[in-house]
Structure formats: structure tokens, C-alpha cells
């Protein structure tokens, strides 16, 4: 049984966070940071859209040189018309649209090639591109089999972090876009398997799931959206800890959830299953998760776990 404090901070974080949704316009708005970031470089994927391209629009108005990463090359450029007419003059040729498929690790891949090619430092790196489920009528996996909401959410930005880590700069900044949607993991987050445990579905499970989505009658992709929001959570402190581990580290992992940033309250799921878990127990499963994600991005990434 763990330690009663450990029940009261979680519930009374979730308590606050489902608050904050349904009162969040009561709110005054947040006073946003007009610090000068000029000289300074951000990649935001997925902000051709809703709360990355209003990120793209603050860093370009702080004199950020930003790299909206997006999936459709016109959306991207539409977007960086409008950031730029949004900011003005002093954001020309200091907005870009690089192509990037989050739910494509070839695309991925390619994204960073081109990045390391051209050798530039990242001062902040935001993973904010994400999907609440499948679109619809079209298949819920990726070709090789991964969870289309899993890969798009999350284990994109896993690899993509792994690959451009060397090219991060001393003090820079990992940011993921979670949701409140994550508290919903605690019963799942380890319960997931490695591609390699888990077993290719037999027939019979293919041609249920093909009845299933003809029919639209697919299950709900809450759970697994709440996965991959708990994941980006975990990620975020296991990131941290090894950027800590490093010798004058400056760099940074934080996971917040859009409208209530109060970062601290993203701790609790992590913390309370630590607590639920013991300290020994929770290692052991956060580094298999971590390992899966490793073989599943088809990557080596030893961070001294
Ligand atoms: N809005 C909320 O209340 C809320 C609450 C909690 C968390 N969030 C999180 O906030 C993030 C942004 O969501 P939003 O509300 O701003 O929704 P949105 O307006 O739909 O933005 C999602 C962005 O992600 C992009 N995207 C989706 N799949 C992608 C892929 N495979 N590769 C590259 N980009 C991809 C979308 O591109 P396309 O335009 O090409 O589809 C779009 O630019 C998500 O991670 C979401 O989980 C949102």
C-alpha cells in the first residue's frame, strides 16, 4: 500500500485539472512572455493548426526563427503566411514549413537527415502534433503494424528527440503537448507490449477487425489516446533525468497539457504509480517501456537507465 499522500496529491490533481477544464474561461488570460528570442531556433510539428500554430505565432513575435514541421506542404504553407502576416515584417524568412509525417518513421528519419545536413543548433523543440483517433474509414494501424495513435503521438517524437539530440543546444527546451486525457492511463501505461511480443493476428482477428471498421463500429480510441498522452508524461521525466544526468546540463523535458500549464500537476500520474508501484518496480517498468519504445523506433538509445 503506498503512502497515503501519495492517493491525496494524485486525486487532488486530477480534481483540479477536470476543474480547470470546465472553468478554464473564467480564467484571465495568461499574460505570455515577451522575453527576446532572436538568434534562437524552435521546431513545432503540427503547426499548421490550432495550438501549434499558435505557438509558431508567439515564438515568431518573440523573434524566434520557427520550423512549423507538417504533414501536407500546403497547410504548412498556408500557415506560414499567416504566422507571418499575423506577426509582421520582422518574421520574413524566419518562418519555414519542413515536410514531417509523425505517424511515418521513414519521414521522420528523412525530417532529421535533412536537419543534421544542414548542421543547425535547436534552441526548442515542441512535439505538439497529435490525433484523437484515426481518421475516419481509414485503417487504424501503420503499415507495419503499429497503432497508428501510438506512432502519430508519440513514438514519432521519441525518435525524432533521439535523432536530433547531439544537435540540441546546451540549454535547449523539449516540449510535448500532452492532455489531461493522460490520468486515464494509470490502469495501461505498462501494459503494452513490444512489436516483437506481440503476436501477428490470425485470421479470424483480421476479419473481425475488417467487419468491425466496415461497419463503423470500431471501439472508442480514448484509451489509446490517453496512452500516448501518459507516455509523452513519462517520456518527458525519464528525458529529464537523463539530460541531468549529463555534467553542467541546462537542457530541459517538460510535458504540459494545453490551457492548464501548471507543470508540476503532470508529475502526479508519473509520481503516483512510482508510489504505488515502490521506487524498484517502477524503474523496472518505466525502462521496459523504454526499451520497447527503443524497438519499436527501431533505435539504440542508451540514456543510463
Ligand atoms: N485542443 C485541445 O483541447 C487539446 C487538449 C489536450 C491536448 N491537446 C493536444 O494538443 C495537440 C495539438 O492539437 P490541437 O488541439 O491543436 O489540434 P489540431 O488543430 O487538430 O492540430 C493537430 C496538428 O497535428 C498535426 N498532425 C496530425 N497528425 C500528424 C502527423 N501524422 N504528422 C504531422 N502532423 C500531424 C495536424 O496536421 P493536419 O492539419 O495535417 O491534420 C495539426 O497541425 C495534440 O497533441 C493534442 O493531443 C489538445
Redesign the pocket.
Known amino acids: 500500500m503506498a503512502p497515503l499522500n501519495v492517493y491525496v496529491s494524485f486525486y487532488t490533481s486530477l480534481i483540479k485539472s477536470l476543474t480547470t477544464l470546465v472553468f478554464a474561461r473564467l480564467y484571465k488570460p495568461q499574460k505570455l512572455s515577451q522575453r527576446d528570442l532572436s538568434g534562437q531556433t524552435a521546431i513545432v ?8 500554430l499558435s505557438i509558431a505565432v508567439q515564438l515568431a513575435k518573440q523573434d524566434a526563427t520557427v520550423y512549423l514541421a ?3 506542404p500546403q ?1 504548412g504553407q498556408k500557415a506560414v503566411d499567416e504566422v507571418v502576416a499575423r506577426v509582421g515584417e520582422k518574421s520574413e524568412g524566419k518562418v519555414h514549413c519542413w515536410d ?4 511515418d518513421l521513414n519521414s521522420v528519419r528523412s525530417f532529421c537527415e535533412r536537419w543534421i545536413t544542414q548542421g543547425k543548433k535547436i534552441d526548442m523543440l515542441v512535439h ?5 483517433s484515426a481518421p475516419p474509414n481509414s485503417p487504424t494501424t501503420t503499415q507495419d503494424g503499429k497503432e497508428l495513435i501510438y506512432v ?2 508519440f513514438l514519432g517524437s521519441f525518435l525524432m528527440t533521439h535523432l536530433l539530440e547531439r544537435h540540441l543546444f546546451s540549454d535547449a527546451r523539449v516540449v510535448l ?5 493522460h490520468y486515464s492511463a494509470a490502469e495501461t501505461l505498462f501494459k503494452s507490449q513490444t512489436a516483437k511480443e506481440t503476436r501477428a493476428p490470425g485470421l479470424a482477428t483480421r476479419a473481425w477487425k475488417a467487419l468491425v471498421e466496415n461497419l463503423g463500429l470500431e471501439k472508442s480510441s480514448a484509451p489509446a489516446y490517453g496512452r500516448t ?1 501518459a507516455q509523452q508524461v513519462l517520456f518527458a521525466q525519464l528525458l529529464q533525468a537523463h539530460f541531468s544526468s549529463a555534467p553542467q546540463n541546462g537542457r530541459t523535458a517538460h510535458a504540459f ?2 490551457g492548464f500549464t501548471a507543470t508540476p500537476i503532470f508529475s502526479n500520474l508519473v509520481d503516483f504509480m512510482r508510489g504505488v508501484m515502490g521506487e524498484r518496480e517502477f524503474a523496472k517498468k518505466a525502462e521496459g517501456e523504454w526499451r520497447r519504445w527503443e524497438g519499436d523506433a527501431d533505435v539504440n538509445w542508451d540514456v543510463g537507465l
Do not use: H, V, Y
Not at 505538439?128 to 484523437?132: K, L
Open positions: 510539428t503540427g503547426a499548421n493548426s490550432g495550438i501549434g507538417c504533414r501536407n497547410r514531417l509525417d509523425t505517424s505538439n502534433a497529435g490525433i484523437a502519430t503521438n503537448t500532452s492532455s489531461s486525457g498522452k497539457t494545453p
